[in-house]
């Protein structure tokens, strides 16, 4: 079995529609370095789309999974609950921000989360509509795709959508969208669109991931929340990509003085295993009646017990801070690079979410043209980086927060030689 035989069998045997990056296959992995099948090893600087904070196969999160897989794999926690779940859901109300009684529900995926949370909103408010952002992703369900804000690949071609849901311009100084132009959008919506009193939630990443690692202003987000509280609009935290130390802290919402009234999560908060999770004010999660919330593998024990581990890390090993640290490491070396390449617009990131993004230089256009070919030199050299971003044009970069020290700089040394080839 060779990659060549593996790209030939996937080809008849899986859809065009399930993209695939790499023309390799996995065999094993450790912490930040993957090898594929015949024993080339990477850098990941991918970690499963920011799933792997703590890195691939953590030995705390392996020794978990194995002793939960000895004692039982599945319940149903809706038919046979067990302590883990109330353990984590207990863990997770104190690290989520806010000064409240809160509750958790486990899913199984990020896109579930945040369908859950608007099922939570509506359920509490008696209100329908949902106003997402410009360039926001929230996944690929049916009303996942109607929130996200961005056609290609990721709507086009699977409307039609569920109806009311709106979207406003996301503040994005960067690319011309001040504070006030997406207040005065949102503004624009509630004259022109839908009545504020009829809207359940406002729904926002305060890091934008697929959108292009976009950073909401504290300014805007401190508006936003006061706009809620006036219209009675709970405000929904999509911290899927920006959970679990990947900003710096446990959770992106600490960097800007308020609280969301609930907050989906998942990705980093299992290391690798299938969860997710939303956390929100005691009265608003107590909405939905009894079967109004769950899922068949919801709080799947072996993904729980990973998750326990992943809390402990985070907290035993200040993984957000270590991760910071990296992150300010790596914006320094790409912004001492940039006098040499003229096509590196911005480098910008909050904590260990960093991203570069590259524009033509004579008419400041957007350039993925040469997002993708560094991104194609980059692997040849056997480092693994994702794109993202409307045009296309931004490389985020997504190392595990435990990434060693010199693999770090190992890779920081394969980003110089392809940026200035």
Not at 6 to 26: E, H, I, S, W
Not at 70 to 82: D, E, G, L, M, S
Not at 207 to 219: A, D, L
Request: net charge negative; charged share 20%; glycine share 10%.
């Amino acid at each position: 079995m060779n990659n060549a035989d593996l790209t030939r069998r996937k080809d008849a045997a899986t859809p065009r529609g399930v993209g695939v990056m790499c023309n390799f296959y996995a065999d094993h992995a450790d912490n930040a370095e993957l090898w594929d099948i015949e024993g080339r090893r990477y850098i990941d600087f991918a970690s499963g789309i920011a799933v792997l904070n703590t890195g691939h196969r953590h030995p705390r999160l392996v020794d978990a999974i194995e002793a939960q897989l000895r004692r039982f794999t599945h319940t149903a926690y809706q038919i046979v609950p067990y302590a883990s779940y109330i353990e984590l859901a207990e863990q997770i109300n104190r690290l989520v921000p806010g000064d409240f009684p809160k509750k958790t529900a486990l899913f199984t995926t990020g896109a579930e989360a945040v369908e859950n949370a608007v099922k939570i909103a509506r359920s509490a408010t008696g209100r329908s509509a949902l106003i997402a952002f410009s360039a926001a992703f929230h996944g690929r369900t049916l009303l996942g795709m109607a929130l996200t804000g961005k056609v290609v690949p990721y709507k086009a071609g699977f409307g039609p959508f569920p109806a009311d849901v709106y979207h406003a311009p996301y503040p994005d100084p960067t690319h011309g969208v001040s504070v006030a132009d997406a207040l005065a959008g949102l503004q624009a919506l509630f004259k022109t669109d839908v009545d504020p009193r009829r809207v359940a939630a406002i729904v926002i990443e305060p890091v934008q991931g697929e959108g292009g690692f976009n950073i909401c202003p504290p300014e805007f987000m401190q508006t936003l929340r006061a706009l809620c509280n006036e219209h009675g609009i709970l405000l929904i935290a999509d911290e899927v990509q920006t959970g679990f130390g990947r900003t710096g802290k446990m959770f992106a919402m600490e960097h800007y003085g308020v609280a969301a009234d609930l907050t989906a999560m998942a990705k980093g908060l299992a290391g690798g295993m299938p969860l997710s999770a939303v956390c929100g004010r005691t009265e608003i999660m107590d909405a939905p009646p009894p079967g109004g919330l769950g899922g068949t593998y919801a709080g799947n024990p072996l993904a729980v017990a990973a998750a326990l581990e992943v809390v402990q890390l985070m907290q035993a090993d200040d993984l957000p801070a270590r991760g910071a640290a990296q992150g300010e490491r790596l914006q320094r070396h790409l912004e001492a690079l940039r006098p040499g390449v003229p096509e590196l617009a911005e480098v910008r990131g909050l904590g260990a979410m960093v991203a570069a993004e590259f524009r033509h230089p004579h008419d400041d256009s957007p350039h993925p043209d040469f997002t993708r070919q560094l991104q194609a030199r980059a692997l040849e050299k056997n480092l693994l980086l994702l794109s993202c971003g409307v045009d296309g044009n931004v490389i985020r970069f997504l190392f595990p927060l435990t990434i060693a020290d010199d693999t770090m700089s190992e890779a920081m040394d394969i980003l110089a030689q392809v940026l200035t080839a």
